[in-house]
């Protein structure tokens, strides 16, 4: 083989393998094959997605202790925020207040219909769709629309799994159907790193309040 034809070979193989990592990391991350693939909460909303991933961390606390973090969390003018670095905030979407690191009492009663405000003036929301306190939380929306996306719809599930007495698994699962279907790259690779990014950033935050607060106790 020539050296103008192995450099190319090279460079193929290493196109593959970046394409490979960018198509995993868009669509899961910390969450096992069976996690990724197992039905969750929620997937019935949006039952044919053009695109979904899967995330999940262990927490070293029980379920009842990461559920007060989950169900408060929204836009931080009006909610707790989504725990994601506030210097990632204001980069990504510009200046906004940061998110809450403590459990704020008066955001813990959500009920199925109430909205989650994912913008300041409420223009881009979420409306819980199912919300069983310890276990999962369902957020939906159609008003999550990026260019040149024209329509889409997007589920969003927060689901705790019990291991054993002391410990939690969370999982993240993001369904989203939209149109044109041809914006597919510009989703999978901006959106959906922008997700890795984002919810991995989310996850860590959560366990470290959480076990945090377990220290304290």
Do not use: C
């Amino acid at each position: 083989m020539s050296g103008r034809a192995t450099r190319t070979l090279l460079i193929s193989a290493a196109a593959a393998g970046t394409a490979a990592a960018v198509h995993r990391l868009a669509r899961r991350s910390g969450a096992t094959g069976v996690e990724a693939w197992r039905r969750l909460p929620g997937d019935d909303l949006v039952p044919r997605p053009l695109w979904q991933s899967t995330r999940a961390i262990t927490i070293g606390a029980p379920p009842r202790d990461v559920w007060p973090w989950i169900v408060q969390m929204g836009f931080p003018t009006q909610r707790a925020g989504w725990y994601t670095p506030h210097w990632l905030d204001e980069l990504m979407w510009g200046k906004r207040p940061r998110s809450a690191e403590e459990i704020v009492p008066e955001l813990q009663d959500l009920k199925v219909g109430d909205t989650v405000p994912d913008s300041a003036d409420w223009s881009v929301y979420y409306t819980v769709d199912e919300v069983e306190p310890g276990s999962h939380l369902v957020l939906y929306s159609t008003r999550h629309v990026f260019p040149p996306l024209r329509s889409s719809a997007f589920s969003w599930a927060f689901v705790l799994r019990p291991i054993g007495e002391s410990a939690t698994r969370l999982l993240v699962r993001a369904r989203v159907d939209y149109a044109p279907a041809w914006a597919y790259p510009l989703v999978e690779t901006v959106i959906g790193l922008g997700d890795w990014v984002n919810v991995t950033a989310m996850l860590l935050t959560i366990r470290t309040l959480v076990e945090r607060d377990g220290s304290r106790t």
